[in-house]
């Protein structure tokens, strides 16, 4: 229980790595308020709630400075204050370039890139409230690594995130609030889900799940990741233990990239 008494907000939190994030928290003893803008989210909750945590729900929107806005004081308002806060609601499509549009291209750095920065922001101006440090963890991707094809919006975005990450870790780290990302690779979700599906078409006709295989078949561990995977490395990051861990971000993937 080393996050007792602490409050975690996680954006992006329906389902998948955000929905697992949010529960390893809550059993890490934070009380979580989890965000998205799926009415699905409050499933989520209900479901912590159910296993004996402490869950609230917000639907929201991470692109709307307002929204944002709302969320933290939601949160100070259901648990009165902010200690953690996951910045991890994000959006993929997948297009060549020719076809990729302007409106795409917003849509996913908006949601991705932007989001991050608004919540981050306003998630800042919380922690420093009660003055006794905070987490800051930032989702980005293989992408922030090595972008992939047709998806130069999706890589540009976690790229983004890494510079959000290691620029605000300079400037809040003498406050005791540590700034990392992290970069999940191939993991068992809806969105890789639509991966395999959209690039599978593009690079070759590949039946639902053959490019996945295939891509996990050279993952050094030889197998995709789950959302508990994920979620064992952000429970560290928001704990205690990683009081002297800022401005890094993590690979989550098995091996996939070592760098």
């Known amino acids: 229980m080393s996050l007792q008494n602490k409050v975690a907000v996680i954006t992006g939190a329906s389902r998948g790595i955000g929905a697992a994030i949010a529960e390893r928290l809550s059993k890490d003893g934070a009380k979580v308020v989890v965000a998205s803008n799926e009415a699905k989210v409050n499933e989520v909750a209900e479901r912590i709630n159910k296993n004996g945590g402490q869950a609230v729900a917000f639907e929201m929107d991470v692109t709307n400075k307002e929204d944002v806005i709302r969320l933290y004081d939601f949160a100070e308002e259901q648990f009165g204050r902010v200690d953690i806060s996951v910045q991890n609601a994000g959006v993929i499509t997948i297009a060549k370039i020719e076809n990729l549009t302007e409106q795409e291209w917003k849509k996913v750095l908006d949601v991705n890139t932007t989001g991050v920065f608004l919540c981050c922001q306003e998630a800042i ?15 980005a991707s293989g992408q922030a690594r090595q972008g992939f094809i047709y998806t130069p919006h999706y890589a540009a975005s976690k790229f983004g ?9 300079h400037e809040v780290a003498k406050e005791g609030i540590t700034v990392n990302a992290f970069c999940p690779g191939i993991i068992e979700t809806d969105m890789w889900a639509y991966n395999d599906e959209h690039w599978g078409k593009m690079l070759g006709n590949y039946k639902p799940g053959e490019l996945m295989a295939e891509w996990v078949s050279k993952i050094p561990m030889g197998r995709a990741g789950t959302g508990e995977d994920v979620a064992n490395v952000i429970s560290f990051l928001a704990g205690p233990q990683s009081a002297y861990v800022t401005g890094q971000t993590i690979n989550i993937d098995g091996g996939m990239f070592m760098s």
């Open 125 to 139: 101006a919380r922690i420093r409230k009660h003055g006794q440090g905070g987490r800051l963890i930032n989702t």
């Open 161 to 169: 995130v890494m510079g959000i990450t290691q620029s605000l870790a």
